[in-house]
């Protein structure tokens, strides 16, 4: 059993996070795996990884289902938990790191439950159709049509590569620097004319309820934020981070962790700003800050 658990933890922990957009169900669900694991006589299991697989997507599954009602009720924008995940282990099996991007996270929430496992499964981790029918329990042809309406969604064609672009740690920090200087034209020009800001407080921090949208709001919001951020009591920290497989940037307080920002950028130019400051969605990054 602990050779099981060595062997595949990883893998369990990504699949999970990857189909449930959070790091703290993540870990219950992989947790709760093994222990259910224990009742199997061990000598039986032929393809222990498969079955472990498909033990925790059905878990997944369950989940997603219970927590689709829950974020309908959510208090404004729901966002996925963010992760470090430089020089993390548990993200070794991800056959393309793209696909752990934040902003490909937040596309995952567009899908039905069994859309986003046949689409991880797939596309994350290169399983075959035959394995991906066994673990959903469907037909290799269904998991076809599953995958091809799952890429309809969210916005790739059935023979289109996924590709996402990530900003580099420089480009990051020439943004950071122009907003702290109040460089309003710099800014400006990193920006995307549509660009859009998501900011997930889930009622336990101030955020804005609904998205920023259009250049013009998103500078004034960002460089009103850091005026008043300047003006404030209190140490205030940034640090540039690798999270989701990006650069990320941290916002720190004596506190704590305040906020997490993340961006999806196209072209050279920010499409998507994505402020996660819900702190139930931080406080497991704590232990992993240095």
């Not at 169900?25 to 009742?39: G, S």
């Not at 702290?180 to 004319?193: C, H, R, Y």
């Not at 990320?248 to 307080?253: E, F, M, P």
Request: overall charge negative.
């Amino acid at each position: 059993m602990q050779e099981l658990y060595e062997q595949y933890k990883g893998l369990l922990y990504t699949l999970a996070y990857q189909l449930t957009g959070s790091s703290t169900d993540a870990e219950d669900i992989v947790h709760d795996v093994f222990l259910k694991i224990c009742d199997v006589d061990l000598e039986l299991l032929v393809e222990p990884k498969a079955y472990l697989c498909k033990m925790t997507t059905n878990r997944c599954l369950d989940f997603l289902k219970s927590a689709r009602k829950k974020r309908e009720r959510y208090f404004g924008e729901w966002l996925p938990e963010p992760i470090f995940t430089s020089n993390d282990e548990s993200f070794e099996f991800v056959v393309r790191k793209e696909l752990l991007f934040y902003s490909m996270l937040v596309l995952l929430e567009r899908l039905s439950p069994l859309e986003r496992a046949v689409f991880v499964l797939r596309e994350a981790f290169g399983f075959e159709y035959c394995d991906i029918a066994e673990i959903i329990g469907k037909s290799e042809v269904n998991c076809r049509k599953v995958l091809s309406r799952a890429k309809g969604k969210i916005g790739i064609t059935t023979e289109e590569q996924i590709h996402v672009e990530a900003a580099s740690e420089e480009w990051v920090r020439q943004f950071i620097i122009a907003l702290e200087q109040d460089n309003i034209n710099t800014v400006v020009s990193m920006l995307a004319e549509d660009v859009v800001l998501v900011s997930d407080g889930g009622g336990k921090a101030v955020a804005a309820v609904h998205p920023i949208e259009s250049r013009d709001l998103v500078t004034r919001f960002l460089l009103g934020l850091v005026r008043k951020t300047l003006f404030e009591e209190g140490s205030i920290q940034v640090a540039i981070r690798e999270i989701n497989g990006q650069t990320g940037v941290v916002v720190r307080t004596n506190v704590g962790i305040e906020t997490v920002v993340l961006m999806h950028v196209e072209r050279s130019s920010i499409r998507n700003l994505y402020f996660v400051r819900n702190p139930e969605k931080l406080k497991h990054l704590l232990n992993k800050l240095v």
